[in-house]
């Protein structure tokens, strides 16, 4: 049976929207997922519900996450938030965690997951991090701008087979401190994590590129939803 995947959405608080690109939605169909959209509810018996019924969840990309998340103050570069959003994805990021079923999370998703597992980020490389090479990329959604390392062990390497690959970016936050129970998969080359995973889990990866907006013209980067869903679906 095809795996049901539950795709978060960003929210518009202004005009009291929830919107997702339909890259996502056409990613997860391509490598032979069912994808649901997943509006911000807000009881905990609904979030069980998800977990319940859902073979995977993909934390897609959006604005940034609160910083209070992980005990920090805002600073000056830190851009919107949705406080609802944060707690929704956390809550369920966390409870598919301790369910061991599969996590892809892309962008803000990896950002999201490793704050969920007791990590944090950078709220703004630009000002926390000078010296850091362009990652919010002024070039079409597809088009890849930098190289990644992919580390030796762990499923981008399997995915992959190779030790260097090219992705698109657009972020201005990144993963510091990585979770504890989590490894660094991937790197840009001044030394940003790009990627992480859970060491122990089936298939709970965080990627910091856009590999939805890519496979289109660059099919090797279909490869990761091929092995989410393929994980989705044991
Ligand atoms: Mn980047």
């Given at each position: 049976m095809q795996p049901h995947i539950g795709i978060t959405t960003n929210f518009d608080p202004d005009l009291d929207r929830l919107t997702l690109?339909?890259?996502?939605?056409?990613?997860?169909?391509?490598?032979?997922?069912?994808?649901?959209?997943?509006?911000?509810?807000?009881?905990?018996?609904?979030?069980?519900?998800?977990?319940?019924?859902?073979?995977?969840?993909?934390?897609?990309?959006?604005?940034?996450?609160?910083?209070?998340?992980f005990g920090e103050e805002p600073l000056p570069g830190l851009g919107e938030i949705t406080p609802e959003r944060d707690i929704f994805e956390i809550a369920l990021a966390q409870q598919f965690m301790q369910a061991g079923k599969p996590i892809l999370a892309i962008c803000r998703g990896i950002q999201l997951l490793n704050i969920a597992a007791g990590g944090d980020i950078y709220q703004?490389?630009?000002?926390?991090?000078?010296?850091?090479?362009?990652?919010?990329?002024?070039?079409?959604?597809?088009?890849?701008?930098?190289?990644?390392?992919?580390?030796?062990e762990g499923k981008l390497a399997d995915i992959f087979h190779c030790s260097q690959i090219r992705v698109n970016s657009f972020h201005h936050q990144a993963v510091r401190l990585v979770a504890d129970g989590f490894c660094v998969?991937?790197?840009?080359?001044?030394?940003?994590?790009?990627?992480?995973?859970?060491?122990?889990?089936?298939?709970?990866?965080?990627?910091?590129?856009?590999?939805?907006?890519?496979?289109?013209?660059?099919?090797?980067?279909?490869?990761?939803?091929?092995?989410?869903?393929?994980?989705?679906?044991?």
């Open positions: 690109t339909r890259y996502y939605v056409d990613s997860v169909e391509e490598a032979g997922g069912i994808p649901l959209l997943l509006p911000l509810a807000g009881k905990q018996e609904t979030w069980d519900r998800y977990v319940e019924v859902l073979d995977g969840l993909l934390l897609s990309g959006g604005v940034d996450v609160d910083p209070g998340h703004d490389i630009t000002t926390q991090l000078p010296g850091t090479l362009k990652h919010m990329q002024q070039a079409p959604r597809w088009y890849a701008t930098h190289t990644v390392t992919i580390q030796g998969t991937a790197r840009s080359l001044d030394g940003l994590v790009e990627a992480i995973e859970m060491t122990a889990s089936r298939f709970t990866v965080g990627v910091q590129w856009h590999p939805e907006c890519m496979w289109q013209r660059d099919r090797k980067h279909l490869a990761l939803f091929l092995k989410f869903i393929e994980h989705c679906s044991q």
